[in-house]
């Protein structure tokens, strides 16, 4: 398993449980360090569970890939954060060059990373093949959409449907079979550029909803309405029930890049709703750091200089994972702006957290001091009964507070 992160941690555990020997290979020596130790930072892996793992000598976490020298299976679940509209697949690149070497004969790669359709056979088979094999004939290669949910109670890893794909039938039949032995149902797909397709459709679905109640709780809010109890009253409908919420961002990634961008460079045209999603979801911190400011000059306090509490960094409640976290650029443009930011939030990892954000315990006290107090990611061990008694100003964009000093998004 290439990459140890809130993908390939609980992927690697589930492999362990299932009866396979395990080597998680992370380029971060301290997360491969904190792994040995038996210290888990991924929610969906408790402590315990890695001990298990550890102590039955089924899982071994190293930054050498060379320790998983006659694989018969290999997962690449490495990041491949957007730059310029586009995912950088550097962190992909890397994994194949490293196991290229390694690949022996009926071997099996499979690629989970969130890419654009075509990277399977376009990036990672070329690399792959550069020492002489050859992909369908010497080893299988193949794609499944990383589901990065698995572990989190709401969706079990062994109840998780997996979408697999292959490069041929052979392929396809032994990257299936893995993902049956983890999981009761698989959905094998007739091409690895559908499943990459596949993947992203399932982010850019949510992307898209959640630019539409996004814009709707900035219209609502410039109109005076409360845009919550409207979307509940619609949700009582049904016809197309909305299970979308706003907030300060989108959190995780948004996917209208992937589908947008090759076609935009080999046609000419892109998709203007998916571009239209990402300029207000990518607008909402900027939104929410406004409607903060706005609320401290109506209590005759200036932004710069004021101590500003948050309860959340990560892209998603009862989650650590930062990347490309709504929350987190609200704190960078608070602090930008000369606020004096803190922030609570227990499943961040503190190695992660830029170092002009202050990380706090939530408690009376810090609430009390805070200028403005602000619920950016809704965790569920947060009281917030207490933070909406206790903060003098609130603003609250994940609707879980309530109390004469909260104003919601």
Request: charged letters at 25%.
């Amino acid at each position: 398993m290439i990459g140890q992160g809130h993908v390939g941690l609980p992927l690697a555990m589930r492999a362990v449980e299932a009866g396979y020997e395990v080597v998680g290979v992370d380029a971060d020596e301290q997360h491969v360090k904190r792994l040995l130790d038996g210290g888990s930072f991924v929610e969906g892996v408790p402590d315990a569970r890695l001990a298990a793992a550890l102590e039955g000598d089924r899982y071994r976490a190293t930054t050498d890939v060379a320790v998983a020298d006659g694989f018969d299976v290999c997962v690449i679940a490495v990041p491949t954060p957007l730059r310029s509209g586009a995912r950088d697949l550097s962190g992909v690149s890397e994994a194949a060059r490293a196991i290229a070497p390694l690949l022996g004969q009926g071997a099996t790669v499979i690629l989970e990373s969130t890419v654009h359709p075509g990277t399977t056979d376009d990036v990672l088979r070329g690399l792959l093949e550069e020492p002489g094999l050859r992909a369908g004939e010497d080893f299988h290669l193949g794609y499944s959409p990383e589901r990065s949910g698995w572990g989190d109670g709401r969706w079990p890893q062994d109840a998780t449907p997996r979408i697999v794909a292959g490069l041929d039938e052979a392929s396809l039949d032994r990257i299936g079979r893995f993902y049956v032995s983890l999981t009761e149902r698989v959905v094998p797909v007739s091409g690895i550029r559908v499943a990459e397709l596949a993947g992203l459709l399932e982010d850019t679905f949510r992307h898209v909803n959640m630019a539409l109640v996004n814009e709707l709780a900035v219209l609502a809010a410039e109109q005076g309405v409360d845009v919550w109890e409207a979307i509940e009253a619609a949700c009582a409908g049904p016809f197309g029930r909305i299970g979308f919420r706003p907030g300060p961002g989108t959190g995780g990634h948004p996917g209208g890049a992937e589908i947008t961008w090759p076609v935009k460079n080999t046609v000419g045209r892109g998709s203007r709703l998916i571009e239209l999603a990402d300029a207000i979801n990518t607008y909402m911190p900027e939104h929410v750091v406004g409607r903060i400011t706005r609320g401290l000059n109506h209590r005759r306090l200036p932004l710069r200089g004021s101590r500003v509490l948050l309860l959340g960094l990560s892209r998603a409640a009862n989650s650590g994972d930062l990347r490309d976290s709504g929350a987190l650029a609200v704190a960078d443009s608070l602090h930008g702006l000369g606020a004096h930011v803190r922030a609570a939030d227990p499943y961040a990892d503190p190695d992660r957290v830029p170092g002009h954000i202050e990380l706090v315990r939530l408690t009376p006290e810090e609430l009390a001091e805070a200028d403005a107090v602000a619920v950016l990611t809704d965790h569920d061990c947060f009281d917030y009964e207490m933070a909406g008694q206790a903060g003098r100003y609130v603003f609250d964009a994940r609707d879980r507070c309530s109390g004469p000093n909260v104003e919601r998004l």
